[in-house]
Protein backbone atom coordinates (compact mmCIF):
# COMPACT_ATOMS: atom_id res chain seq x y z
CA UNK A 1 0.00 0.00 0.00
CA UNK A 2 1.50 3.44 -0.53
CA UNK A 3 0.74 5.73 1.70
CA UNK A 4 2.27 9.66 1.66
CA UNK A 5 1.40 12.01 4.59
CA UNK A 6 0.99 15.92 3.97
CA UNK A 7 0.80 17.49 6.75
CA UNK A 8 -0.15 21.30 7.27
CA UNK A 9 2.91 23.24 7.15
CA UNK A 10 5.50 21.45 5.77
CA UNK A 11 4.74 19.95 2.85
CA UNK A 12 1.85 22.26 1.77
CA UNK A 13 4.09 25.30 1.89
CA UNK A 14 7.40 23.75 1.00
CA UNK A 15 5.45 23.22 -2.43
CA UNK A 16 5.28 27.24 -2.35
CA UNK A 17 1.33 26.42 -2.58
CA UNK A 18 -0.48 30.51 -1.99
CA UNK A 19 -3.51 31.01 -0.13
CA UNK A 20 -6.82 29.65 -1.49
CA UNK A 21 -8.63 31.88 -4.47
CA UNK A 22 -11.67 33.64 -3.71
CA UNK A 23 -14.11 33.93 -6.08
CA UNK A 24 -13.95 37.48 -7.71
CA UNK A 25 -17.87 38.36 -7.36
CA UNK A 26 -19.04 39.52 -4.92
CA UNK A 27 -15.23 41.05 -4.95
CA UNK A 28 -14.31 40.55 -0.99
CA UNK A 29 -11.71 41.35 0.85
CA UNK A 30 -8.48 38.76 0.20
CA UNK A 31 -7.78 35.75 3.28
CA UNK A 32 -4.99 33.97 3.98
CA UNK A 33 -6.43 30.60 4.32
CA UNK A 34 -5.27 27.52 2.78
CA UNK A 35 -6.61 24.26 2.19
CA UNK A 36 -4.75 22.41 4.73
CA UNK A 37 -4.77 24.69 7.80
CA UNK A 38 -1.86 26.59 8.42
CA UNK A 39 -1.15 27.48 12.58
CA UNK A 40 -4.78 27.97 13.02
CA UNK A 41 -8.32 26.05 12.24
CA UNK A 42 -11.00 28.56 11.71
CA UNK A 43 -14.02 26.35 11.71
CA UNK A 44 -15.34 22.78 12.31
CA UNK A 45 -14.20 20.82 9.67
CA UNK A 46 -11.14 22.30 8.31
CA UNK A 47 -9.27 20.41 6.93
CA UNK A 48 -5.73 19.64 8.60
CA UNK A 49 -3.86 16.88 7.14
CA UNK A 50 -4.44 15.21 3.79
CA UNK A 51 -3.38 10.96 3.08
CA UNK A 52 -2.93 9.26 -0.21
CA UNK A 53 -3.61 5.54 0.05
CA UNK A 54 -4.02 2.41 -2.99
CA UNK A 55 -7.78 1.96 -1.45
CA UNK A 56 -10.39 3.65 0.88
CA UNK A 57 -9.81 1.05 3.61
CA UNK A 58 -6.56 1.64 3.95
CA UNK A 59 -7.24 5.18 4.69
CA UNK A 60 -9.55 4.60 7.03
CA UNK A 61 -7.37 3.01 9.07
CA UNK A 62 -4.53 5.83 8.58
CA UNK A 63 -6.91 8.67 9.64
CA UNK A 64 -8.43 6.86 13.30
CA UNK A 65 -4.28 6.77 13.47
CA UNK A 66 -3.98 10.79 13.31
CA UNK A 67 -3.93 12.86 16.49
CA UNK A 68 -4.15 16.21 16.57
CA UNK A 69 -4.47 18.21 19.99
CA UNK A 70 -6.61 21.74 19.41
CA UNK A 71 -6.62 24.18 22.04
CA UNK A 72 -10.02 25.68 22.15
CA UNK A 73 -11.12 29.07 20.47
CA UNK A 74 -13.44 31.35 21.55
CA UNK A 75 -16.91 30.61 19.16
CA UNK A 76 -19.01 32.61 17.56
CA UNK A 77 -22.27 31.76 16.16
CA UNK A 78 -24.47 34.58 15.47
CA UNK A 79 -23.91 37.51 12.65
CA UNK A 80 -24.54 40.01 15.58
CA UNK A 81 -22.11 38.73 17.47
CA UNK A 82 -19.66 38.47 14.52
CA UNK A 83 -20.28 41.76 13.49
CA UNK A 84 -18.93 43.28 16.85
CA UNK A 85 -15.40 42.36 16.31
CA UNK A 86 -14.81 41.26 19.46
CA UNK A 87 -13.43 37.83 18.22
CA UNK A 88 -11.66 37.96 14.60
CA UNK A 89 -11.68 35.32 11.90
CA UNK A 90 -8.14 36.49 10.09
CA UNK A 91 -5.84 38.03 13.09
CA UNK A 92 -4.60 40.52 10.26
CA UNK A 93 -8.41 41.80 10.07
CA UNK A 94 -9.55 44.60 11.77
CA UNK A 95 -13.20 43.20 11.56
CA UNK A 96 -15.08 40.18 10.44
CA UNK A 97 -16.48 42.41 7.49
CA UNK A 98 -15.31 40.11 4.11
CA UNK A 99 -17.78 42.40 1.92
CA UNK A 100 -20.37 45.60 1.90
CA UNK A 101 -22.44 46.73 -0.52
CA UNK A 102 -25.10 49.25 -0.67
CA UNK A 103 -27.91 50.25 -2.93
CA UNK A 104 -30.51 52.84 -2.58
CA UNK A 105 -33.60 53.33 -4.91
CA UNK A 106 -36.63 55.95 -4.49
CA UNK A 107 -37.20 57.53 -0.60
CA UNK A 108 -37.51 54.60 1.51
CA UNK A 109 -37.62 56.97 3.94
CA UNK A 110 -40.60 58.69 2.73
CA UNK A 111 -42.51 55.54 1.91
CA UNK A 112 -42.00 54.09 5.47
CA UNK A 113 -43.22 56.61 7.22
CA UNK A 114 -46.26 57.40 5.21
CA UNK A 115 -47.42 53.86 5.21
CA UNK A 116 -50.58 53.01 7.53
CA UNK A 117 -48.90 50.08 9.18
CA UNK A 118 -45.56 49.28 9.43
CA UNK A 119 -43.85 45.42 10.17
CA UNK A 120 -40.55 45.19 11.71
CA UNK A 121 -39.40 41.91 12.03
CA UNK A 122 -35.21 40.42 12.42
CA UNK A 123 -35.11 37.43 9.93
CA UNK A 124 -32.55 34.94 9.41
CA UNK A 125 -32.00 31.88 7.39
CA UNK A 126 -30.48 28.72 9.31
CA UNK A 127 -26.99 26.85 8.01
CA UNK A 128 -27.25 25.34 5.21
CA UNK A 129 -24.99 23.41 3.04
CA UNK A 130 -25.18 22.09 -0.62
CA UNK A 131 -25.18 18.34 -0.87
CA UNK A 132 -25.85 16.76 -4.64
CA UNK A 133 -26.43 13.14 -4.94
CA UNK A 134 -23.43 12.63 -6.64
CA UNK A 135 -20.66 13.66 -4.57
CA UNK A 136 -17.46 15.55 -5.83
CA UNK A 137 -14.66 13.85 -7.74
CA UNK A 138 -11.50 14.46 -9.15
CA UNK A 139 -8.63 12.30 -10.84
CA UNK A 140 -5.24 13.74 -11.64
CA UNK A 141 -2.22 12.60 -13.07
CA UNK A 142 0.94 15.04 -14.17
CA UNK A 143 2.31 14.85 -17.55
CA UNK A 144 6.33 15.40 -16.13
CA UNK A 145 7.38 16.05 -19.89
CA UNK A 146 4.78 18.68 -20.45
CA UNK A 147 4.86 19.68 -16.59
CA UNK A 148 1.25 20.30 -17.21
CA UNK A 149 -1.64 18.56 -14.79
CA UNK A 150 -4.22 16.52 -16.44
CA UNK A 151 -7.67 17.30 -14.26
CA UNK A 152 -10.65 15.74 -14.30
CA UNK A 153 -13.54 16.81 -12.15
CA UNK A 154 -17.21 17.01 -11.79
CA UNK A 155 -17.55 20.26 -11.57
CA UNK A 156 -19.59 22.82 -12.87
CA UNK A 157 -16.62 25.21 -14.71
CA UNK A 158 -13.73 24.01 -16.14
CA UNK A 159 -12.14 27.53 -16.93
CA UNK A 160 -12.74 28.43 -13.48
CA UNK A 161 -11.24 25.51 -11.60
CA UNK A 162 -8.53 25.99 -14.06
CA UNK A 163 -8.04 29.53 -13.07
CA UNK A 164 -8.00 28.51 -9.48
CA UNK A 165 -5.30 26.02 -9.60
CA UNK A 166 -3.12 28.33 -11.60
CA UNK A 167 -3.55 30.82 -8.43
CA UNK A 168 -2.83 28.64 -5.98
CA UNK A 169 0.12 27.07 -7.83
CA UNK A 170 1.63 30.50 -9.14
CA UNK A 171 1.32 29.12 -11.96
CA UNK A 172 -0.10 29.82 -15.71
CA UNK A 173 -3.35 28.31 -16.28
CA UNK A 174 -1.90 26.77 -19.50
CA UNK A 175 0.03 24.47 -17.27
CA UNK A 176 -3.53 23.31 -16.38
CA UNK A 177 -5.75 20.68 -18.43
CA UNK A 178 -9.23 20.80 -16.84
CA UNK A 179 -12.06 18.33 -18.71
CA UNK A 180 -15.38 17.98 -17.24
CA UNK A 181 -17.75 15.24 -18.23
CA UNK A 182 -20.27 14.29 -15.96
CA UNK A 183 -20.85 16.57 -13.30
CA UNK A 184 -23.51 14.47 -11.47
CA UNK A 185 -25.86 17.79 -10.33
CA UNK A 186 -24.26 20.66 -8.28
CA UNK A 187 -27.08 23.42 -8.41
CA UNK A 188 -24.03 26.02 -7.57
CA UNK A 189 -22.38 23.95 -4.85
CA UNK A 190 -19.63 22.67 -7.49
CA UNK A 191 -19.59 25.98 -8.99
CA UNK A 192 -16.43 28.54 -8.45
CA UNK A 193 -15.61 27.48 -5.27
CA UNK A 194 -12.35 26.50 -4.59
CA UNK A 195 -12.27 23.18 -2.66
CA UNK A 196 -9.10 21.16 -1.17
CA UNK A 197 -9.50 18.08 -3.19
CA UNK A 198 -8.14 19.19 -6.87
CA UNK A 199 -5.13 20.85 -5.39
CA UNK A 200 -4.14 18.33 -3.13
CA UNK A 201 -4.52 15.99 -5.88
CA UNK A 202 -2.41 17.96 -7.86
CA UNK A 203 0.26 17.64 -5.38
CA UNK A 204 -0.14 13.96 -4.51
CA UNK A 205 0.04 13.41 -8.60
CA UNK A 206 3.42 15.38 -8.79
CA UNK A 207 4.97 14.12 -6.00
CA UNK A 208 4.30 10.29 -6.86
CA UNK A 209 3.90 9.94 -10.63
CA UNK A 210 0.80 8.66 -10.08
CA UNK A 211 -2.47 8.84 -11.01
CA UNK A 212 -4.59 10.31 -8.11
CA UNK A 213 -8.12 9.97 -7.40
CA UNK A 214 -10.12 12.02 -5.06
CA UNK A 215 -13.94 11.24 -4.10
CA UNK A 216 -15.94 12.80 -1.00
CA UNK A 217 -17.90 10.58 1.25
CA UNK A 218 -21.06 11.97 2.87
Known amino acids: NIAYWESTQENLLKAG ?28 GEPVAAILVSDAYSVEDLVEQVEVEYEPLPAVVTIEESKKGKVLVYDDWKDNVSQTAQERKGDADRAISAAPYVIRRQLGIGRQAGAPIET ?11 ERYEVSATLQSVHGLQKLLASEFG ?42 KGTASR
Open 17 to 44: ILPVAQNPWPRQRGAKRYHLAVDKVRFV
Open 136 to 146: HCVLVSYDRKR
Open 171 to 212: LPKKKFHVKVVDVGGGFGSKGGESYPWPLVACLFAKQTGLTV
